[in-house]
């Protein structure tokens, strides 16, 4: 019998951060290490979902293949026989698929997914706003009530054609793909089975999407696909391991993010460790000065224990009793810099010593596994929703 599947992907449509390798690459490890005999593992490059929104064209095939490079560099055995890794766009089955299931989805539940409302509202034009503001002051401040009526007409046009350009960019982010791409990642999950899905806690929305549209197509059709375990299950498989929301250092209210340019709040694969280290130095914490775990009140301190609890792989419950009450919190910053700082430099060294060529290898040898598992759930979808004939029905049709 076919083991669950449990399957993950990260975007490669910028540099990965500390979020995505403490919120889904280093939870991977550690659950392939616990799991691998009972369980087949999928880790897949959403090479398609990198497109969602605006990114470096010229940089995302090296992109895709470095995050690949990433999980063997964090520790992730690609040579495990239960182990496939592939491209999202390298099996045609993802977008198929996709297709019909937003055929089966509903505009509405789509239009409840706070993500797409998130990036698209995160698109910062605060820094632009205020120069067009301060234009606006100065020349105020410099003609007075001295300006000609042109003068004034030709600075009003010029200021909001300032600020219609900011709409038109905020618009152009907003592409239909980032809207559905919740249903491109219901098709990852679908095609493949997957029972457990580790993802960031921002994802939670999409993983029950997928869920939804799966107990529905399952209600109409007959068994066609395998649900996988919603939200509560998933962590509780993971054991604490996964689902979390690293935040910014600077902003602990916001999610670290790769497409967020907030270099002080973000840790980079790239960064130095001595870089890294020194961004955790100067997170920002509160002034309450007790060591405590609450997110709603001392987010800048919870999110460092939840940092120091990952890398030392203890429950959150584990780092709590090392640090619950303490008053330092130098003391605090100087321990999640220095772990930080470590696991950046081993993954750095790690990734000097693999080769792209064995990355190639790999994903030419697992896409083809993979395109068979995926053709195979397509097939039975299509057959259910009449795009191919039911068996034997026609048996000339020689195409299926
Ligand atoms: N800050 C985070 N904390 C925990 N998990 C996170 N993930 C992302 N950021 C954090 C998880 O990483 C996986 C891969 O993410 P993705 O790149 O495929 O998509 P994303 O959620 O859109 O990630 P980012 O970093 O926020 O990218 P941008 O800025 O490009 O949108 C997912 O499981 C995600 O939950």
Redesign the pocket.
């Known amino acids: 019998m076919e083991k669950p599947v449990i399957l993950?992907?990260?975007?490669s449509?910028?540099e990965p951060?500390l979020?995505?390798l403490?919120?889904?690459i280093l939870p991977m490890v550690r659950l392939q290490r616990k799991h691998a005999k009972d369980y087949n593992i999928n880790f897949f490059v959403?090479d398609l979902?990198s497109i969602t929104?605006h990114t470096d064209y010229v940089s995302l095939y090296k992109n895709t293949i470095n995050n690949v490079k990433l999980i063997v560099a964090a520790g992730l055995d690609i040579n495990d026989p239960q182990m496939l890794v592939y491209r999202q766009s390298y099996i045609p089955a993802h977008s198929e698929m996709a297709w019909i299931l937003e055929c089966f989805a509903y505009y509405g539940e789509l239009n409840r997914m706070t993500q797409f409302k998130d990036?698209v509202e995160r698109i910062d034009f605060r820094e632009e706003l205020n120069l067009s503001l301060n234009n606006y002051l100065q020349m105020q401040r410099k003609f007075g009530e001295n300006y000609t009526k042109h003068e004034y007409i030709d600075f009003l046009a010029m200021h909001f054609a300032g600020l219609k350009s900011l709409v038109e960019r905020q618009e152009k982010e907003a592409t239909v793909g980032l809207f559905n791409y919740p249903i491109l990642m219901a098709s990852d999950i679908l095609l493949y089975g997957a029972k457990y899905v580790p993802?960031?806690?921002?994802?939670r929305q999409h993983l029950e999407l997928a869920r939804d549209i799966a107990i529905r197509m399952n209600r109409d059709f007959g068994n066609l696909f395998t649900v996988p375990e919603p939200w509560e299950k998933l962590t509780q498989f993971v054991a604490g391991i996964s689902g979390?929301?690293?935040r910014s250092l600077k902003h602990p209210q916001f999610?670290?993010?790769?497409?967020?340019s907030d270099p002080a709040g973000t840790i980079l694969l790239s960064d130095t460790p001595e870089q890294a280290k020194s961004k955790v130095l100067d997170a920002t914490t509160d002034s309450i000065g007790r060591i405590n775990y609450d997110f709603k009140n001392q987010s800048g301190v919870s999110n460092l224990l939840q940092i120091i609890g990952i890398l030392e792989n203890k429950t959150i419950e584990g780092v709590l009793k090392d640090w619950q009450e303490q008053t330092s919190y130098v003391k605090l910053k100087r321990a999640a810099g220095d772990l930080v700082a470590q696991f950046l430099s081993d993954i750095q060294k790690n990734l000097r010593s693999i080769s792209d060529q064995d990355i190639i290898d790999k994903l030419s040898h697992d896409e083809p596994i993979a395109a068979l598992k995926a053709n195979a759930t397509l097939l039975n979808v299509q057959r259910a929703v009449g795009l191919r004939p039911i068996i034997n029905d026609y048996p000339s049709d020689a195409r299926n």
């Open positions: 993950t992907g990260v975007r449509n910028a951060t979020g995505n403490l919120g889904v959403p979902h929104t990036k993802v960031g806690e921002d994802q979390v929301r690293i999610k670290m993010s790769k497409s967020v």
